[in-house]
């Protein structure tokens, strides 16, 4: 049983996304888990960012993509952290119990920035909170 308390955002860890259609990403591979430290100490849901070392999208370079490296992160591969992609699974679905590794603070920033990009974010002020 995966221990729900140490998943930590950041972490990057294998995942099974299973069988899906067209260019969404399909298959085990990593991800890095995006949702706050108690969403996933109490919930049965993980916010991921899939990985991918395909060639072609590293030339294809949007504007949502983390270039990962050796030198940068634990990947083996250069990968691409592909924001636009944010997808939310099950902790059933995590393979491996234990992180393949964490990413530092100055890529969670970057990956930070290109959520804000993928969701419009860059441009909202902070509402007033609204009286309930």
């Given amino acids: 049983?995966?221990?729900?308390?140490?998943?930590?955002r950041g972490q990057v860890y294998l995942i099974d996304f299973g069988q899906k259609e067209g260019n969404v990403q399909m298959g085990q591979r990593p991800?890095?888990?995006v949702n706050n430290d108690l969403g996933s100490k109490y919930g049965n849901i993980l916010s991921v960012?899939?990985?991918?070392t395909s060639v072609v999208k590293l030339h294809k370079k949007l504007p949502?993509?983390?270039?990962?490296?050796?030198?940068?992160?634990?990947?083996?591969k250069i990968s691409?952290?592909?924001?636009?992609?944010?997808?939310?699974?099950?902790?059933?679905?995590?393979v491996k119990e234990q992180p393949l590794f964490e990413l530092n603070d100055e890529i969670m920033e970057q990956?930070?920035?290109?959520?804000?990009?993928?969701?419009?974010l860059l441009q909202c002020r902070i509402p007033q909170r609204m009286a309930v």
């Fill in 1 to 8: 049983m995966l221990e729900s308390k140490n998943i930590r």
């Fill in 31 to 33: 991800a890095i888990v």
């Fill in 49 to 52: 960012v899939p990985l991918t």
């Fill in 64 to 76: 949502t993509h983390t270039i990962l490296t050796p030198e940068n992160s634990g990947v083996k």
């Fill in 80 to 94: 691409i952290a592909m924001s636009e992609q944010l997808t939310v699974i099950s902790k059933s679905q995590i």
């Fill in 111 to 120: 990956i930070n920035y290109n959520l804000m990009v993928q969701f419009n």
